[in-house]
């Protein structure tokens, strides 16, 4: 039937979902995480609390947010099985699809999977929260042949994933502050975004009573998508091009223009932002002061020189192209010392607690139901089997 169309995707998903948990208005440039706006709680809060926030719907006070702390830190180590995990991939697999496999693997290490089970679900939350700064760590001293760290529980969540992913065993790894902040803050940046392609795999994966440990498996793997959670190493290695004198930026931009070979300016444009991505107007903020204390960058001069270009020319303006949160966080993680492949990771450390607000929100919707989205058929009508000897 053509005209009216009704699809009845029959579930709380993404193209007509009602949630509670994070608004955005594309054309204003607004983003708040349970009411509170994102300029507030990056500048204020802490990405622990503002994991506690999108979990559980309010700021926690001084007593809940310390339990809240002290759960996590009691989990965040790995069974010493689980670590033998690691063994099993080649030193240059891309570290997304270890981290989804280890992500699904820990499902099969505890028996926390009953999705109706508030204590359970409760266990798997905290366990999540908890070990996936350091299955990411571990995946990255892999790729390095370099031993693994354990946790070390007197430090936060941020402090513990940056030691165990520079630190060594045979030394003390000294934390910058400001690094730290900057990292915390940059995870508060990634920690939701209503229905967006990793989420809304999440609520559908979660939909068919998946365990939260597979949903947020899948989750992991929408996100690596270079169009997705991929852009800001796709940002990087494009820089690097220019950097490297492939092109200039103005031949580079003509490229984009022409559409030539399918090449676009990654780290521009949004499905909902059509105008400047309120994250990435505060990660250019921090690229500036970590570059400046780790070093000028060039990388950072032929951004912004992109950026110039952009938002004077039609071709860009016409189409609303801004710059959103993955323009700027490259350069702040490779000043940071991070490799490209390792962006990403960060990108899911820091939406992970909104997949699992999103995941929890689902599953105790009464209104939720399997997903099963409907389709608009455009194939033959029916027709009669033809002989083989016919054709
Ligand atoms: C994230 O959904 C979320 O919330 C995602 C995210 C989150 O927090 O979860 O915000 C994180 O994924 C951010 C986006 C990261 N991806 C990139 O930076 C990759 C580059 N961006 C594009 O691929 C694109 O902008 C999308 C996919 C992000 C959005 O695409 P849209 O809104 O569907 O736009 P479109 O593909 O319909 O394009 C409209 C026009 C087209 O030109 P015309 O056919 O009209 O001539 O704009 C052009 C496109 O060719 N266009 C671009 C462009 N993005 C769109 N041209 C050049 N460079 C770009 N980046």
Known sequence: ETGNVTLDVGFVNTASCESDITYIDGDQGILRYRGYPIEQLAEKSS?????????????????????????IRRHTMLHEDLKAFFNGFPRDAHPMPVLSSAVSALGTFYQDLDPFDPEQVENSTIRLLAKLPTIAAYAHKKSLGQPFLYPDNSLTLTENFLRMTFGFPAEPYELDPEIVKALDQLFILHADH?????????????????????????????LSGPLHGGANQAVLEMLTKIKNAEYDTDTFMKKVKDKEDGVKLMGFGHRVYKSYDPRAAIVKETAHTVLEKMGSDELMEIAMKLEEIALAD????????????????????????????????????????????????????????????????TGYTERDYVALDQR
């Open 47 to 71: 990405f622990v609390e503002v994991c506690y926030l999108l979990i559980y719907g309010e700021l926690p006070s001084e007593n809940e947010l310390e339990e809240f702390e002290a759960k």
């Open 194 to 222: 209503e229905q967006n392609c990793s989420t809304s795999t999440v609520r559908l994966v979660g939909s068919s009573q998946a365990t939260l440990y597979n949903s947020i498996s899948a989750g992991i793997h929408a």
């Open 314 to 377: 039609d071709y860009f303006v016409e189409r609303k192209l801004y710059p959103n949160v993955d323009f700027y966080t490259g350069l702040i993680y490779t000043a940071m010392g991070f490799q490209p492949k390792m962006f990403t990771v960060l990108f899911a450390i820091g939406r992970l607690p909104g997949w699992i607000a999103q995941w929890r929100e689902m599953i105790n919707d009464p209104k939720t139901k399997i997903g099963r989205p409907r389709q608009i058929y």
